[in-house]
């Protein structure tokens, strides 16, 4: 009864410190409601028009929710980067950041969550996936699949970060027996997430363009970019604003595994270009169609040149130390790997794999308002659970971190 108390008050005083900032922290966060509450004005909308307020249509049947699902669901991991060099490798400058890892996943895996559900066209259904009530078709359904593993991964994040918190609440550093366990825990969950939502995509055997086998392993690498990408620009932040000392070691680090990430994620591209124009058959089109056009179509070529651009420039940025090290060429070479991935992810990897379509037809996507206001709140979403959490937890990591490591 006293641990059930003793959290109680635990979550009490986190909410408190959560509400309590200066001006500039409520004004950021009305900026985020102000997001949200446009989001959810779009989402009504939708929601009264049908998925005809959107640019999809029977021909791409999945188009900007979905694209951000899936880069979401990379963004995920950078808790991964993190927790490797802080409990596998025992790199103590890694253990002061790893909250924020985690609740960077947490925020990405309920942005990923409710992208899903906006694209769902009767959202009054979803009761169907829930277990007794409903049926998850377990162990047939890849969806199914995908669904255990985004909220197993969600809720052990969650109970993580509590049960950490909760122990420097209570003067204890948490770092063996159940917590870590749920560390080591949380490594091969985040990849099997990443991996399932692949699984999603190539195991339809009638999409050429994602029935391959290095899906998966694509996607895992692309991941271990953009999420670091984010968390290194919003530990940036942190220093700045919260004033919570980050290492420059530890950004460092994590830009450099972003490098290796890239560089192999741009590998197993090529690999992928070289197979299919290379064998020149009918599949092809739909990479036609991503880098030269196709029957005059050319909507989303600009798009992939870009991407494709910003991902070898940040490899070598981020590759060279001399490069990494310097702060502004640092924060570039995160933009230029969130560009590049944010496009692959989206625009590279839902809009070919469904044009042309099944029957030979060029269907030109282009998301509307009512799509780019919904995904505007899921995101306004996602930065105010990472904001909430982050200022929640700063007291207490602040008590209990150890003296900072100087800035070489």
Known sequence: MKTLRDFARFLRDSVRAALTGGRTYWLWVGALGVLLGVGLY??????????????????????????????????????????????????????EVVVFGLLL?????????????????????????????GSLNLPGSLLAWDVVALNSYLILNVVIVLYGLFSLWRGKIPGRGVFLTMILVSIPVAIAVHTVTAFLYNGLASRPFWNSSILAPRFIASAFCSGPAVLVVLLQILRRVAKFDVANQVLWKLAELMAYAMGFNLFLLAAEVFKEFYSGTEHAQHLYYMFTGLDGHNAIVPYIWTSVICSVAAFFILLIPRLRRHPVLLNVGCALTFVGVYIEKGIGLVIPGLTPDTLGEIYEYVPTLTELGVTGGIFGLGALIFTFGVKASLPLLEKFREPPIPKT
């Open 42 to 95: 779009a989402y009504v909308h939708q929601l009264q028009v049908g998925l005809g307020a959107t640019g999809m249509r029977d021909q791409v049947s999945w188009g900007f929710y979905i694209g951000n699902f899936t880069f979401l669901v990379g963004v995920a991991d950078a808790a991964v980067l993190v927790v490797i060099p802080a409990y596998i490798y025992k790199w103590k400058p890694a253990r």
């Open 105 to 133: 996943a947490i925020a990405a895996v309920t942005m990923a969550a409710t992208f899903v559900l906006v694209d769902i066209g009767h959202p009054e259904r979803l009761w169907h996936l829930f277990p007794v009530i």
